[in-house]
């Protein structure tokens, strides 16, 4: 049955656009890190202001190691920003800064999705595959199930992403243009870094939604 998995062709398009949505992301980051804002404030002292002006002062602000590595936690109440962001006043960190804030705004202000975003489902993703395959090995149906149950409940996680990710953008970008942060030029800037980081998010959900597909396909063939 695996001589003639025409299923694979698949994983194909996911394949691509989330290698075509890195790319965008870099050249994105790489176009407007060497930018700087007008205003010319860090990306870090934009972080403080935002959150105090959401009432948020509880929210440490660190810098963390890497490369777009930001992130914000929301177990340890820390906002973490990357070496090129914490001490930077370019569009892009700004930008980044702002869509970290903008989590912590969601944390704060209770927003539904963030709260089903958790750990214990990456889980699934890591024993889906093992699993389906000693189904499929074994033509056990019922461990083909579990398989494909494990696998849509990541599939899950990847769509609640999407509204999680748009809204913190959503977020970043009004409360920068509110604090008068960046010009409109930049702030055209800050889109097109938060749009390509967006991208990826959605290749993620469609990887996945069609890896499902292709399990569903692969299980049922297996009857034969
Ligand atoms: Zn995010």
Known sequence: MFYYDWTLILIIPGLLLGLWAQFKVKAAYAKYRKVGTQRGVTAEQVAKDLLSRD????????????????????????LHLS??????????????????????M???????????????????SNLYFPIFLAGILFSWRPLMTVGILCFAVTLVFSLVTL??????S?????????????????????????????LTYVAAAISSLLQLIRLLILSRNSRD
Do not use: M
């Not at 962001?85 to 903008?102: D, F, K, L, R």
């Not at 969601?106 to 699934?124: A, E, F, M, T, W």
């Not at 509204?163 to 913190?168: K, L, S």
């Not at 977020?171 to 390509?196: F, M």
């Open 55 to 78: 009432g948020n002062s509880g929210v440490a602000i660190e810098p963390i190691a890497g490369e777009l590595t930001d992130n914000y936690d929301p177990r340890a109440n820390v």
């Open 83 to 104: 070496q090129g962001v914490y001490g930077n006043n370019s569009i892009a960190a700004i930008g980044i800064a702002a869509h970290e804030c903008g989590h912590a």
């Open 106 to 124: 969601q944390d704060r202000h209770s927003y539904g999705p963030l709260k089903l975003r958790s750990p214990v489902v990456n889980i699934g």
């Open 163 to 168: 509204p999680v990710e748009f809204n913190a």
């Open 170 to 198: 959503k977020r970043a970008v009004a409360t920068l243009a509110q604090g008068n942060y960046v010009s409109e030029e930049e702030l055209r800037g800050v889109k097109a870094v938060l749009n390509a980081a967006a």
